[in-house]
């Protein structure tokens, strides 16, 4: 197992990437504390893990209040004692609009839960994976945040600061023994956020449903969307000793979309 021994913390857990990737680092071993907003979801999946025969947790809370994000961390010493991975899934989109018409609340709102909670969780989680010599932080963007796409402004703004939020944490990290890199999933179509922004931009451009997301699918070399389990397993990979001579890396699991 290659994480037999690790606890891990995993938001955005409750479904679809934070799902996977939670049920992933179980079966390989890892103790997983799993949060999200939906305490039902979260519990379902923990549920989920118990009954497979592995170990988890879960709580509900938003990462977008300072205050449960030191609840996540707390949850998860309780439960398990001590911290090895931290994976900063969570995320919204926010408004499907032209910049011109988004408000700074609604600007504030999706930077809170995309950049301020991956930098207020990783500095909770630090001082620990420090102390011991050893840790790993992964953090979710997006190819969105490399690419020009219309109508997503606060969503790619606040993934493209994660990036550079990965690498400066990794350039403090590295000779501290803790590793960072970010994945940047392409289209992943059966998640729930996928579904709703698909109908979105359909409803602004006047468009058959799936034309948008399928345009994008045909961009990629693959010419297919990716897999929640396909970025469950990028991220085994990248917070696993596999990788141990990688960090400050963003690695792209996109069926050959971006190439930087």
């Known amino acids: 197992m290659l994480l037999k021994g690790q606890v891990a913390i995993v938001t955005g857990g409750g479904r679809g990437i934070g799902r996977a990737i939670a049920v992933r680092f179980a079966a390989e071993g890892?103790?997983?504390?799993?949060?999200?907003?939906?305490?039902?979801?979260?519990?379902?999946?923990?549920?989920?893990?118990?009954?497979?025969?592995?170990r988890a947790a879960a709580v509900s809370a938003d990462v977008g209040l300072e205050a449960d994000c030191e609840k996540i961390v707390r949850a998860a010493r309780?439960?398990?004692?001590?911290?090895?991975?931290?994976?900063?899934?969570?995320?919204?989109?926010?408004?499907?609009?032209?910049?011109?018409?988004i408000s700074a609340r609604e600007w504030d709102e999706v930077l809170a839960v995309n950049l301020r909670a991956p930098f207020l969780?990783?500095?909770?989680?630090?001082?620990?994976?420090?102390?011991?010599?050893?840790?790993?932080?992964?953090?979710?963007?997006?190819?969105?945040?490399?690419?020009?796409?219309?109508?997503?402004?606060?969503?790619?703004?606040?993934?493209?600061?994660?990036?550079?939020?990965?690498?400066?944490?990794?350039?403090?990290?590295?000779?501290?023994g803790v590793r960072v890199n970010a994945i940047c999933p392409g289209p992943?179509?059966?998640?729930?956020?996928?579904?709703?922004?698909?109908?979105?931009?359909?409803?602004h451009f006047k468009s058959n449903g799936d034309e948008v997301?399928?345009?994008?699918?045909?961009?990629?070399?693959?010419g297919r969307p990716q897999t929640v389990e396909e970025i469950a397993s990028a991220a085994l990979f990248l917070v696993s000793g596999l990788s141990s001579a990688i960090t400050g890396q963003t690695l792209n699991v996109d069926g050959g979309m971006v190439f930087y």
Do not use: C, W
């Open 188 to 203: 992943v179509s059966e998640t729930k956020m996928s579904k709703d922004l698909t109908r979105e931009f359909a409803a």
């Open 121 to 176: 969780l990783a500095g909770l989680v630090l001082p620990e994976m420090y102390q011991r010599g050893s840790g790993a932080i992964l953090n979710i963007s997006t190819v969105g945040a490399k690419l020009a796409y219309p109508l997503g402004s606060t969503y790619a703004a606040s993934k493209a600061g994660l990036g550079g939020l990965t690498r400066t944490l990794a350039a403090e990290a590295a000779r501290k």
């Open 213 to 222: 997301l399928n345009r994008m699918i045909e961009g990629t070399l693959q």
């Open 78 to 101: 309780d439960a398990f004692g001590a911290i090895h991975i931290l994976i900063n899934n969570a995320g919204v989109f926010g408004p499907v609009r032209p910049v011109e018409q």
């Open 30 to 54: 890892a103790a997983v504390l799993v949060t999200a907003r939906t305490e039902e979801e979260v519990k379902q999946v923990a549920a989920e893990i118990q009954s497979a025969g592995g």
